[in-house]
């Protein structure tokens, strides 16, 4: 196994209360964290309202791992119900998979970095 040469001198801390939410689509609001790389790790929170869809990107071909911090969702279609500290995933080919806020939510997200061989073969 081959490691790329080092892109940071320190560890990145973050101090997610001093970035500001940013009205986004389909009810929900983004706060940003970070993009870094070419291959597309993000990462940020998400915060909803009830009756607000999140429908996995069919463009993006990444992966997202979410994490509920507060609230309550509802996967779709499978109508599952995700209660607060649930982690769970979107692979790269479940676009049109999403979930529905039940309750106030806000999510942790990361997108995972593309790495050519996910969804464009699937």
């Given at each position: 196994?081959?490691?790329?040469?080092?892109?940071?001198?320190?560890?990145?801390?973050?101090?997610?209360?001093?970035?500001?939410?940013?009205?986004?689509?389909?009810?929900?609001e983004n706060k940003r964290?970070?993009?870094?790389?070419?291959?597309?790790?993000?990462?940020?929170?998400?915060?909803?309202?009830?009756?607000?869809?999140?429908?996995?990107?069919?463009?993006?071909?990444?992966?997202?791992?979410?994490?509920?911090?507060?609230?309550?969702?509802?996967?779709?279609?499978?109508?599952?119900?995700?209660?607060?500290?649930?982690?769970?995933?979107?692979?790269?080919n479940d676009a049109g998979?999403?979930?529905?806020?039940?309750?106030?939510?806000e999510i942790f997200a990361?997108?995972?970095?593309?790495?050519?061989?996910?969804?464009?073969?699937?």
């Open positions: 196994m081959v490691y790329p040469a080092p892109r940071f001198e320190e560890p990145i801390v973050m101090h997610p209360d001093n970035f500001v939410w940013i009205p986004a689509a389909d009810g929900f964290m970070g993009s870094f790389g070419e291959r597309g790790l993000e990462m940020g929170f998400l915060r909803g309202r009830p009756g607000a869809r999140h429908v996995a990107d069919s463009a993006s071909f990444t992966r997202e791992l979410l994490f509920l911090l507060r609230g309550r969702l509802r996967l779709l279609p499978s109508n599952d119900e995700v209660d607060p500290e649930t982690a769970w995933r979107f692979e790269a998979a999403a979930f529905e806020v039940i309750d106030d939510a990361i997108k995972l970095p593309y790495f050519g061989d996910t969804a464009r073969s699937a």
